[in-house]
């Protein structure tokens, strides 16, 4: 069983910084890509970033403003958003593309899927 579990969210002022952190834990074999995506009130979900092992990829809305990184050890994504403005509010949550390794048989059988955490509220108001 893999869980994401998202934290960092909260209230901030237009302008202002968040950091986001998500953490992927269970019978983890290896990570591809990982990523946030956010759904705001009336809207639908929409990608703002994503990691692999060698790059990153913006919405545009965001460019210049939030930066993805990961750290392999630890099976974690962050999302430092900067220059915070009222649109960005909005649930955010954490994707990764996940292998797992089921020991059952008694040899490894290895899955593919792709998991999502429960999300992490951001609210941009003054």
């Known amino acids: 069983q893999v869980q994401l579990v998202e934290s960092g969210g909260g209230l901030v002022q237009p302008g202002g910084s968040l950091r986001l952190s998500c953490a992927a834990s269970g019978s983890i074999f290896s990570i591809n890509a990982m990523g946030w995506y956010r759904q705001a009130p009336g809207k639908e979900r929409e990608l703002v970033a994503t990691?692999?092992?060698?790059?990153?990829n913006y919405a545009a809305s965001v460019k210049g403003r939030f930066t993805i990184s990961r750290d392999n050890a630890k099976n974690t994504v962050y999302l430092q958003m900067n220059s915070l403005k009222p649109e960005d509010t909005a649930v955010y949550y954490c994707n990764a593309d996940i292998v797992t390794a089921d020991y059952g048989l008694g040899y490894p059988t290895y899955y593919g899927m792709d998991y999502w955490g429960k999300g992490a509220l951001v609210t941009v108001s003054s």
């Open positions: 990691i692999t092992s060698g790059s990153t």
